[in-house]
């Protein structure tokens, strides 16, 4: 069952989106206006438990993280086209999916080279 | 659809449910936690307690509002405001009973996987703004672990799809009245309970903020309300993916007559919030290389072949 969804049924969701930014907007103006301003010599340092902060905080990063934000580009972008496949599994069918084996397949071959790089691997 | 009910009740119905519910667990997590462990946790505020939602509000309310001079102010601000407002956003695709929805239509379900990806954008900004170590660090890895198990998340809901043949909600519940996804989708709904601990990082998968190593992670800089914004987002992203769960597993509103589909659909919410505690409680923080080890080499290929698995099973139906 296919439901039409026309521009204004996004209405409700934008009405809503406009009502929790206003309230945390104006919740966030009231905290200012009421809150206490004391400026303290300790506030103008990064906390760094009690350790004077050395040199800035936007070092070079370890490689890893952005070796995980490449996979999931990838993986993500791949996972999505699973989407219509899924609503859509009774009428594609069979064939529809023995052409998600084939493609799972050719995902699961890059998966797999991935592992045996070791890219997934922390500690090397 | 009987929808005889005013949207705008709807809506703010909703907002002023979720906001609560999302307060009331701060008192609702301590009292447990303490029960758990043997303790008495908060009880001089009010009858068991219970006032201390209030204190703490008020108290967050008059805190000083303090963005620090290394900052980036804009980010700095913008950053709590996210993770409350896609949090809230996501709500509108949840059936709380039949014709009680904010928005039904039929990419529900893309809707929240697109709000739990915004997510991600809150825990890297605000840590980024802060220029700060410790919340770079948290940050970072709250980046890397949200958007790993968001891979997945997706992968693991495709299985309720295939059952009930939509993305809409209110058709997942009604396809559920021949027996609930629970059973078909165990390991779908396994996966997409691990995905939801680790998206909304909730013990024990709290690692961008794991106090004993990070102080408090991506938010070690914000103090007052921007602090309260991601404690109050945190608290609804729980409830958030506790309704999920009972939405698309344990038949959402679904239940014996005797008793109205509101309640049903409550009551299961809260057995799921009761259970993101217990886990609290009851498991010890992982490393970081650990979990995400553990998504990108156990969790995706198990969320693939549960997919194939349940495909293939439908097929020969």
């Given amino acids: 069952m296919l439901l039409q969804s026309s521009a204004s049924s996004y209405l409700p969701i934008l009405i809503q989106g406009i009502m929790a930014l206003a309230f945390v907007g104006i919740t966030m103006v009231i905290t200012h206006l009421v809150g206490p301003k004391r400026r303290t010599i300790d506030k103008l340092t990064p906390f760094e438990s009690g350790i004077s902060s050395v040199g800035n905080a936007r070092s070079p990063f370890s490689i890893k993280y952005f070796l995980v934000a490449i996979l999931f580009v990838l993986f993500d972008v791949e996972v999505i086209f699973m989407y219509p496949w899924a609503v859509n599994f009774r009428e594609l069918g069979g064939k529809g999916m023995i052409e998600m084996f084939v493609f799972m397949g050719m995902l699961l071959l890059g998966f797999f080279y991935v592992i045996r790089k070791g890219a997934l691997d922390w500690e090397k | ?317």
């Fill in chain 2, 1 to 317: 659809m009987e929808t005889a009910i005013n949207p705008w009740w709807i809506i703010g119905g909703v907002l002023f449910a979720v906001l609560n519910t999302a307060a009331g667990l701060i008192w609702v997590e301590r009292r447990m936690l303490a029960l758990w462990q043997d303790r008495y946790g908060p009880n001089r505020a009010g009858p068991f307690g219970l006032l201390i939602v209030l204190a703490d509000s008020i108290k967050m309310f008059f805190k000083e509002d303090w963005i620090p001079p290394f900052a980036d102010r804009l980010v700095f601000v913008f950053a709590p405001a996210i993770v409350v407002a896609t949090v809230l956003m996501s709500f509108t695709i949840i059936p709380v009973a039949p014709g009680v929805v904010v928005a039904d239509f039929n990419i529900g379900l893309l809707l929240f996987l697109a709000f739990s990806s915004l997510g991600a954008y809150s825990i890297m900004l605000g840590g980024w703004a802060s220029n700060n170590k410790y919340a770079l660090l948290g940050a970072m890895r709250g980046a890397a672990q949200m958007i790993t198990y968001e891979v997945f998340m997706g992968l693991s809901l495709m299985g309720v799809v295939l059952l009930s043949g939509s993305f809409n909600l209110t058709d997942i519940v009604l396809a559920q009245q021949d027996g609930w996804f629970i059973v078909p989708q165990f390991i779908g709904f396994f996966i997409f309970l691990v995905a939801g601990l680790a998206e909304t990082h909730r013990l024990p998968f709290d690692i961008p903020e794991s106090e004993s190593e990070l102080v408090a992670g991506f938010h070690t800089e914000y103090s007052g309300m921007k602090f309260g914004m991601f404690f109050i987002g945190e608290y609804m992203g729980v409830t958030l993916i506790s309704a999920l769960v009972t939405t698309l597993y344990f038949g959402g509103w679904l239940g014996p007559d005797f008793l109205p589909p509101i309640f049903w659909f409550l009551a299961k919410t809260f057995a799921f919030i009761c259970l993101f505690i217990l886990l609290r409680a009851s498991l010890p923080r992982p490393r970081y290389d650990q979990l995400v080890e553990y998504g990108w080499k156990f969790l995706l290929p198990l969320a693939l072949v549960n997919l194939l698995v349940t495909g293939a099973i439908r097929l020969m139906q």
